[in-house]
Nanobody
Framework: QVQLVESGGGLVQPGGSLRLSCATS????????MGWYRQAPGKQRKLVAR???????IYADSVKGRFTISRDNAKNTVYLQMNSLKPEDTAVYYC?????????WGQGTQVTVSS
């Protein structure tokens, strides 16, 4: 069984930065994809960024140029560096791990961007 634990969320002013981390434990296979999703109140959970075990990345259009996803395969940890944060980035951010045919989710970490 895989467990994902997010950290690094919090309150930040517009224009500020935060770095989220997601540590995994359990059985991790070499071929997988890790990502970050977010869910704002009353809205659906949406993909923010994803990175494969080979290092390929995809980003939501709304965060391109501001967010960077990275991973440490030795530690099975994924990061999300968030710069130039905007109020519309406010949401609960969830870590996701896909190891076909299954996927796992973290418990989420709150990010609030407000002055």
């Amino acid at each position: 069984q895989v467990q994902l634990v997010e950290s690094g969320g919090g309150l930040v002013q517009p224009g500020g930065s935060l770095r989220l981390s997601c540590a995994t434990s359990g059985t991790i296979v070499s071929l997988n994809a890790m990502g970050w999703y977010r869910q704002a109140p009353g809205k659906q959970r949406k993909l923010v960024a994803r990175i494969t075990s080979g290092g390929s990345t995809i980003y939501a259009d709304s965060v391109k140029g501001r967010f960077t996803i990275s991973r440490d395969n030795a530690k099975n940890t994924v990061y999300l560096q968030m710069n130039s944060l905007k109020p519309e980035d406010t949401a609960v951010y969830y870590c996701n791990l896909v190891q076909l045919p299954t996927q796992s989710w973290g418990q989420g970490t709150q990010v609030t961007v407000s002055s």
